[in-house]
């Protein structure tokens, strides 16, 4: 069976997220997509992507694959596709023919995400649904040496969903940088792979540093408590994407 892999972006906003939802509550990326699929090749196919979003949290460079019984032109399952996903904010940017042995999940090294945090006092107008708006300026320079005190491996239950499903606490974070852009705080950060909610969960934490009610030594102690508990409050969906995907 020929395997394709496509390039997706989307915004978040609408989706319960990007994997389709074993009780329907709502539309998913997933499942737009194999519909869409389904509409041209009249094939029931299962979509495996990369990274799995939450609800509200976007996507400019997200990586699935899927299997079909006959070839069609890569070329034309964008296209296709892409027709049958309007008026959903999803794109597909582009597919390819991949090996069978491709996995888009298990063959990917590393995944980057950005978090963008606007801190201007009066609130975003054009961005509203892709930042957290914080109306208070923060400081970046103390969120970055904070950040630099979870970078390695270490065990990261303090920045775990408690419904995270991951065998074990232990990753390694590889960067996490917290630079300024104007009225805006871009958190990026990119490992092999993610705990549930781990990123916002670390972001949430940081802006507490911004703010000054945390210092770098709270973050480092949040760290080594493992405990759940310990950590700051989770940074809303909105601010997050997944922009690249490493294979």
Avoid at 131 to 160: C, I, N, Q, S, Y
Wanted: hydrophobic share 40%; with cysteine; net charge positive.
């Amino acid at each position: 069976m020929p395997r394709y892999r496509i390039h997706v972006e989307y915004d978040g906003t609408p989706f319960v997220g990007w994997q389709r939802q074993a009780d329907w509550a709502g539309e998913s990326v997933q499942g737009l997509i194999e519909t869409a699929i389904f509409h041209f090749t009249h094939e029931r196919v299962t979509l495996k992507g990369a990274g799995r979003t939450d609800a509200g949290v976007h996507a400019t460079g997200q990586v699935a694959h899927f299997d079909l019984a006959a070839p069609v032109r890569p070329g034309t399952i964008r296209d296709a596709a892409n027709v049958h996903l309007r008026p959903w904010p999803v794109t597909i940017v582009d597919a390819e023919a991949v090996g069978d042995d491709f996995d888009a999940r298990f063959s990917a090294r590393r995944r980057h995400y950005v978090y963008r945090i606007f801190d201007r006092r009066a609130p975003p107008t054009l961005d509203r649904h892709l930042v957290w708006h914080v109306p208070k300026r923060l400081d970046a320079e103390a969120m970055h040496a904070a950040a630099r005190r979870l970078l390695g491996h270490h065990d990261f239950t303090t920045f775990r969903s408690t419904h995270c499903q991951s065998a074990s606490p232990m990753k390694t974070l590889d960067r996490l940088d917290v630079v300024r852009a104007g009225d805006e705080i871009r958190v990026l950060t990119d490992a092999r792979s993610f705990l549930h909610n781990q990123v916002r969960s670390m972001v949430g934490s940081l802006r507490k540093v911004g703010d000054g009610s945390w210092t770098a030594d709270d973050i480092a102690a949040a760290l080594k408590a493992a405990d759940r508990t310990a950590c700051g409050p989770v940074a809303p969906a909105a601010g997050l994407c997944l922009v690249q995907v490493d294979y």
